[in-house]
Nanobody, 116 residues
């Protein structure tokens, strides 16, 4: 059974940091590109960060460049999103996504709220 389980969300003040984790099981993790998406209330889901299968290549949305870092540990079947200098506009549900040419899997999401 395929599972992607996010954790690490919560309430943080502006300027603070959080690290999201996504633990995967049920598929060959190292063969999948990994992505973090987010969806704020009333907005479409947007791609925040991506990591290639080996983690060598990463890409970021302009809105998070320099503040967010995606990384993956293929030995632990886990992908991370380190978020720093958080802003109220970063408030959203964050979703982990694993994608290959033929399959795509989603986690259930974790809420991140940035507020004073």
């Amino acid at each position: 059974q395929v599972q992607l389980v996010e954790s690490g969300g919560g309430l943080v003040q502006p300027g603070g940091s959080l690290r999201l984790s996504c633990a995967a099981s049920g598929f060959t993790f190292k063969n999948f590109a990994l992505n973090w998406y987010r969806q704020a209330p009333g907005k479409e889901r947007e791609l925040v960060a991506s990591a290639s299968t080996a983690g060598v290549s990463t890409n970021y949305a302009d809105s998070v460049k320099g503040r967010f870092t995606i990384s993956r540990d293929n030995a632990k079947n886990t992908v991370y999103l380190q978020m720093s200098d958080l802003k109220p506009d970063d408030t959203a549900v964050y979703y982990c996504n694993a994608a290959s040419l033929w399959y795509q899997y989603w986690g259930q999401g974790t809420q991140v709220t940035v507020s004073s």
